[in-house]
């Protein structure tokens, strides 16, 4: 009976981290939130991020992202490697996801592009058996000894296939996009039963408003970018909604993450923060930092959430002349018009 509370408690565990990891500043892990961004920037585009959640509960969640993408204008494709970590709890739970991913452009029209994008990823699930403390760890025997923990629970790594996509349209100032993650439902269980990822499908879009329109051109022109991601996991959905005000060097950006129609908070963490953002963009490197403000029943003795974002566009001297119809979107990047 011991050893059924035991592994009933890991397969609560386990299943509470059924949900996929998220970034507050998802425009800054673009190959994340859809695989037809591969290839929308003009260079080639090296990223990391690093969020921290909750950082005041013990060995809370911690993800990282590390991406590549690269334009091949010549054959209407970008390419595009993501490897995502995450590790939460005691006992060093670890899933690891690295992605390869293809998107193809279509010019629908002079100022609007269509991209369709396809992510092939390849998972592991892991587990440190030896960090996790069981109930007959803290009885004693008739010498006063510890009783020895449980030899086998059946835990073991794991390993699966992923498949998603996602189609983006945009132009220098719109942009309007649809994925889904997980669309073979792969199973990474460590128990040897079935624990699958919920398919997950996103909704974003944004819009790009310079806030000068004189006669007059000017080196750097204040812009507003507002927009939105919408998400749905399972029993599980978010709304992220805000702004970018963007003046360069500058960045800020605030946001809500919550759904305000919705009720019942405490029964559902999309009611979850307000998130403040700042960072500074050159030509070729944007820096940013955001903090989660908790707005929902956890309140401020969780911490919030810690996210910082790095981007590189290095010209490595192999790209092809651009098209004079090519588009590159203004979120991620921010390009001026």
């Not at 992510?119 to 025997?141: A, H, K, P, S």
């Not at 953002?277 to 030509?283: A, K, P, S, T, Y």
């Not at 903090?291 to 192999?318: Q, R």
């Amino acid at each position: 009976m011991k050893r059924f509370f035991t592994i009933l408690a890991i397969v609560y565990t386990l299943a509470a981290q059924a949900q996929d990891p998220e970034f507050s500043q998802y425009y800054a892990a673009p190959l994340y939130l859809n695989p037809a961004f591969a290839g929308t920037s003009e260079d080639h585009r090296f990223m990391a991020n690093y969020r921290n959640q909750w950082p005041n509960i013990s060995t809370a969640f911690e993800t990282y992202a590390f991406s590549y993408d690269y334009n091949l204008s010549s054959l209407n494709s970008g390419l595009g490697i993501l490897l995502l970590a995450d590790k939460a709890g005691s006992a060093n739970l670890k899933s690891t996801q690295f992605n390869l991913q293809y998107a193809y452009k279509v010019h629908l029209s002079d100022k609007w592009l269509l991209s369709a994008g396809l992510n092939f990823g390849v998972g592991f699930r892991t587990v440190d058996y030896n960090r996790l403390v069981f109930y007959e760890q803290l009885e004693f025997d008739q010498d006063g000894i510890n009783l020895p923990p449980p030899t086998d629970l059946g835990l073991k790594n794991t390993s699966y296939f992923d498949f998603g996509g996602g189609i983006l349209a945009y132009s220098r100032k719109f942009w309007i996009g649809m994925a889904t993650a997980h669309i073979n439902r792969p199973n990474r269980s460590l128990l040897n039963s079935e624990a699958q990822i919920p398919i997950k499908t996103t909704i974003h879009g944004g819009v790009r408003i310079p806030l000068y329109h004189g006669l007059f051109k000017k080196d750097r022109v204040a812009a507003l970018a507002p927009s939105f991601v919408y998400k749905t996991q399972g029993t599980f959905d978010q709304l992220d909604i805000g702004t970018y005000f963007l003046y360069e060097p500058l960045v800020l950006g605030l946001w809500y993450r919550g759904i305000p129609i919705k009720q019942n908070v405490r029964d559902n963490i999309s009611q979850d923060a307000v998130v403040v953002i700042l960072g500074f963009q050159l030509q070729k490197v944007e820096l940013t930092y955001s903090y989660d403000v908790t707005v929902s029943d956890l309140g401020p003795i969780s911490g919030g959430a810690h996210e910082i974002a790095l981007k590189f566009k290095v010209d490595l001297g192999t790209r092809v002349k651009t098209r004079k119809k090519e588009r590159f979107i203004p979120c991620p990047t921010f390009n001026k018009d």
